[in-house]
C-alpha cells in the first residue's frame, strides 16, 4: 500500500555503514583516490605550516620584546619559505581538484550504469510491489546529488580539521593549562550536539529526499492502470496524498535549517565556556594577585590571553563549519545509499534460476520415489496428487508472472447500449483465479 510504501522510505536506517562508502568509492578507484589523497595532503600540509609558523613568530614576537628585532630578522631570511609554500599549496590543490572532478565523472558513469542496469532487469513483481514512479523519481534524485559532486566536500572536511588541529595546538603552546578544560568542550560537542546533528540531519535528508515524489506517485497510479475507473470520485484521494506530501515536503525544508542553527547556536554557547575560562586563567592560576602586577607580567598575560580568545573564538567557527560540512558529506551519502539499494536490486535470472533450483529437487524427489516403488516389493501406486510439472515456454519465460489461487475481485464492463455506446461497470463477485501477468 502507499502508507506502507511512505512508512519504509521515512524509516531512518541509522548511520551510514562503512560497506556504503566502500561500495561508491570502489566506483573513484584506488589509484585515484590514492592520486587525491597525495595532493590534497601536500596542499593542506604546506599551507597550515605556513599559517602555524607565522602565528607563532607573532606570538613570541608581541610576548618578547626585546629579541622581537632579532626574531624579525630571521623571518626575513625565511622569506622565500613563505613564498614558495603557497605556490606549492596552490599547485596542489589545482591537480587534487583535477582529480576529484575526474573521479566525480568517472563514478557517475559506472554508478548510472550500474544501477540503471539494475532497475531495467528486475523481475516484474518489483514494479507492481514498489510505486514505479517512486522507483523512477528516487533514481533521478540520487543521481542529481550523485552528479552534483561532493567529493570535494571531502577535500574541504579535512582540510578544516587540519586547520582546527593546528589552532589547538598554537592554543595550547600558548596556555598549556587548556589541556585540562579542552577534553571536557570536546566530550559535551560530541555527546550534546554532534550525535544529535548527524542523525537529525540525515533523518531531515531522507524525508526530504522522500517527498520529492508527489506528482510521481499519481501519474504512476494512473499510467499502471490503478483507479483509472471512476477516477473523478477518487480525486479528493489522490489530492489528500498531494498535499500531505507538500506540507511534508516544507516542515523537512525548515527542520534542516532549524537543526543547522541549533547546532551552530550551541556550539557557540559550549565554546564561550572556553573563553571564559581564557578570561579567568589569570585569577585561577596566580595565588597571589600582586605577581600578576609585578614587571612586565601584567602586558605579556593579557596579550596572550588576548590571543587565546580570539583562538577560541575561531575554533567556534572552524568547528561550526567542520560539523557543517560532515553532516553534508552524511546527507549526500544518503542519496548514495539509495542507489547502493538499488543496485542491489533481485535479478530476474537470479530469481528465475532460484526458482528453478526449487522446482528441479522436487522433480527429482518424484522421479526418485517412482523408480523405488517399480524395483521394490511396494507396488502401491503413485499417489492422484503428483503429477507432471507443466512444461513452461520459454518464449515467455522471461516476462510472464503466474500466479496460481490469486483472490480476484475486480470491475466488469457492460454494455447497455451498442448504438449510443452506453456502458457501466459492476462489481463482480469475488474468485480464486490463476493470473498470468506479462509485461
Partial sequence: SPAKDDEDESFFKGNIELTTYRWFLSKVGGVLILYIMIFMFISIFTDEIKFFILSMISIISRNDKEHSNEILQHQIKYLKLFVILPIISLIASFFCFMFIIYGTVISAVKVHTDVLKSILSVPMYVYYNNNLGNIINRFVTDIYSLD????????????????LLMSIILLFCMVKDAVIVFPFIVFLIYS????????????????????????????????????????????????????????????YCLLKWAITIWASFYIRLIFLILTSYFIM???????????????????????????????????????????????????????????????????EKDCLEEERGEVTPKCDEMEMKGKFDNSGESTSPLP????????????????????????????????????????????????????????
Fill in 384 to 439: 492422484t496428487g503428483i503429477v507432471d510439472p507443466p512444461a513452461i515456454d520459454q518464449s515467455k519465460e522471461k516476462y510472464g508472472v503466474y500466479l496460481e489461487n490469486v483472490f480476484v475481485s475486480y470491475k466488469k464492463k457492460v454494455v447497455l447500449d451498442k448504438n449510443s455506446n452506453k456502458y457501466c461497470y459492476t462489481d463482480e463477485d469475488p474468485s480464486l483465479k490463476n493470473i498470468t501477468i506479462y509485461a
Fill in 148 to 163: 552534483n559532486g561532493f567529493l570535494k566536500r571531502f577535500y574541504k572536511f579535512i582540510f578544516l580539521f587540519f586547520r
Fill in 192 to 251: 550534546l550536539v554532534f550525535k544529535k546533528f548527524s542523525r537529525g540531519c540525515k533523518e531531515a535528508q531522507r524525508g526530504y529526499l522522500r517527498c520529492h515524489s508527489p506528482l510521481c506517485n499519481i501519474y504512476s497510479n494512473t499510467i499502471s492502470g490503478k483507479s483509472v475507473i471512476n477516477v473523478y470520485e477518487k480525486n479528493w484521494y489522490h489530492l489528500g496524498i498531494y498535499e500531505r506530501y507538500v506540507e511534508t515536503f516544507r516542515n
Fill in 281 to 347: 586563567h589569570p585569577h585561577i592560576f596566580f595565588n597571589k594577585m600582586g605577581n600578576l602586577y609585578q614587571g612586565g607580567n601584567y602586558e605579556k598575560i593579557i596579550g596572550t590571553i588576548g590571543y587565546c580568545i580570539t583562538f577560541s573564538s575561531r575554533l567556534g567557527v572552524l568547528t561550526k563549519i567542520l560539523l557543517c560540512d560532515y553532516t553534508y558529506v552524511e546527507k549526500e551519502m544518503c542519496c548514495v545509499q539509495r542507489l547502493e539499494e538499488f543496485s542491489k536490486l533481485p535479478h
